[in-house]
């Protein structure tokens, strides 16, 4: 299978300002306007506080790797060309467990260690080159 068949992400509700950043190679967030913590993932309330007041904050797009694994077999017919891919779970700098999964690239599986520090990263889609995507590299 080629990129072109590779899935379009379709924002669900109330995840749309997140893709909109994307969009324009941003990394942004719920943060609660009472307790100001981040959540992740859009929730109407505050997981912590259970307000329902936030804005879309920005984030530096740095962590550190907290857990991943290798794919060693695509789940989708689009990945066949993929794998192996790097899975991993970031935990964001801005918070202390406020972590996002994401695709780690340009890294070799072996050179991954916890607690690396990684960036974000932007790529677009080959078919759909207005609707970029986060992933994440080691710094």
Known sequence: MS?????????EY???PYWAACNEERLVMQRCKSC????????????FCADDAYDWAPLSGRGRVYSWTVITHAVHPAAVARVPYVVVEVELAEQPNLRMISNLVDCEPAAIAFDADVTRGVHTHARWPEAAGLSTRLR
Do not use: M, N, Q, V
Request: hydrophobic share 30%; aromatic share 16%; proline share 21%.
């Open 36 to 47: 100001g913590k981040f959540r992740w993932h859009p929730a109407p309330l505050c997981t």
């Open 3 to 11: 990129e072109l068949s590779f899935p379009y992400p379709i924002p």
């Open 14 to 16: 109330g995840t749309e």
